[in-house]
């Protein structure tokens, strides 16, 4: 479903039909850009996605709804720079009526009874994306009413998720039980019928609002498991580097294909087993990022720390790109492309909106 080819994911972009986007993009049959597991793992950034359109004469904000899809990944990885591991608990608020810090057994064995939450578990194994209305859906059943803490439930995605950026996911888990927005996020059957064009009756989340929202755990939900989350990393092999060069370092958050793409160096995919420790992938997401690797020539894969790494080739010059989970490497850090030069905390996305709005005007008025 989703290719690894250079070629084909820069067709992709060039294909996207931002208009239809903005029109259909809450359906579950939407005309969604599937772009999301390209910018997470830096194969392509926000910033690409909006100069590609504005090569093709389109305003972005002419495309609004689009641009802010966009700019809400810029934020919340924006929100991480600023808040650390803060995001791994609740960032806001303590989350109300936590029964477990499991999640329901019908959710990872995708029966619960719900036709189109149970579909699009499947199909999340098998394909490793879901619509964000699904996700949002999954959420709010786990969290608001099968009382689960988050946090494992966000860890069990994430390990599914093609597009795994804990940023995004951490925190959207948050906004649906409460933690990290002012109330929790729900949706009745009439909700997800409506998105997703079925006609589905009689489950637990057939009912108003008013009474969704006083419903206590439904039967099916309330048995609970752990999740097994272990990432299948590669074999150990040796590899080889000239100390004459540099090394740039790529990781699970930086496959760009472009970076210092004419300079000679030693190119480097360090997989740390700390780091997936902390975030566990699946072997689908695992193979999905070596199949990305590929289009960088010469890359090799290392499979340790990189302590370990600068130890091992200590007359190299060290160059990284900026991230969250890259504040142990030494060395030249590169910056990431953004969307726009706005950087901090903001408690909500449409005050950072607001001011990223504002740049883009003064930045594209000729096209307005």
């Known amino acids: 479903m989703f290719t690894t080819t250079l070629d084909e994911i820069i067709e992709q972009v060039a294909l996207i039909s931002p ?6 993009r809450n359906y579950l049959d939407g005309d ?78 995708a029966n619960t009874g719900i036709e189109v939450i149970d579909q699009g578990i499947e199909d999340f194994y098998r394909t490793g994306y ?46 649906v039980a409460g933690s990290n927005s002012n109330k929790k996020y729900i949706a009745n059957q009439d909700n997800i019928n409506k998105h997703s064009k079925h006609q589905q009756k009689g489950t637990f989340l057939d009912v108003s609002y008013e009474q969704l929202a006083t419903l206590t755990t439904p039967d099916i939900l309330k048995a609970t498991m752990i999740p097994n ?7 150990v092999s040796p590899i080889k580097v000239s100390s004459s060069q ?39 997401s695992m193979d999905f990022l070596l199949g990305l690797s590929e289009n960088i020539e010469g890359i090799q894969v290392f499979v340790g720390e990189f302590d370990a790494l ?6 190299c010059e060290i160059h990284y790109k900026e991230h969250p989970t890259n504040n142990h490497y030494k060395g030249i850090q590169h ?5 726009s030069s706005v950087e901090g905390y903001y408690p909500s996305f449409f005050g950072f909106w607001k001011k990223v709005k504002k740049e883009l005007k003064s930045r594209y008025r000729g096209m307005y």
Not at 146 to 151: C, N, Q, T, V, Y
Not at 335 to 339: E, G, M, Q, V
């Open 130 to 175: 879901l619509h964000n209305h699904l996700r949002m859906y999954i959420a709010a059943i786990t969290c608001n009413q099968g009382k689960s803490h988050w946090k494992i439930p966000a860890q069990w995605m994430y390990y599914h998720l093609l597009d795994g950026d804990w940023a995004s996911n951490a925190l959207s888990w948050q906004w």
């Open 246 to 284: 540099p090394i740039l370092i790529y990781n699970w958050y930086n496959i760009d294909p472009f970076w210092e793409k004419d300079l000679d160096a030693n190119r480097i995919l360090l997989l740390e087993p700390s780091h997936f420790d902390k975030y566990p992938i699946s072997q689908q």
């Open 310 to 315: 600068m130890s091992a080739y200590p007359d």
């Open 32 to 109: 969604v850009t599937r772009l999301s597991p390209y910018i997470s793992r830096g194969v392509i950034s926000t910033r690409y996605v909006l100069d590609t359109l504005v090569q093709k004469g389109i305003s972005p904000l002419k495309v609004e709804r689009l641009t802010q899809e966009l700019c809400w990944r810029d934020y919340w990885q924006q929100v991480w720079l600023a808040k650390g591991d803060s995001i791994d608990t609740d960032l806001k608020k303590e989350q109300e009526e936590v029964e477990h810090w499991e999640m329901p057994t019908a959710i990872i064995e």
């Open 335 to 339: 910056p990431r492309d953004w969307i």
């Open 229 to 235: 989350l272990q990432t299948p990393l590669p074999e």
């Open 19 to 24: 208009f239809s986007y903005g029109k259909t």
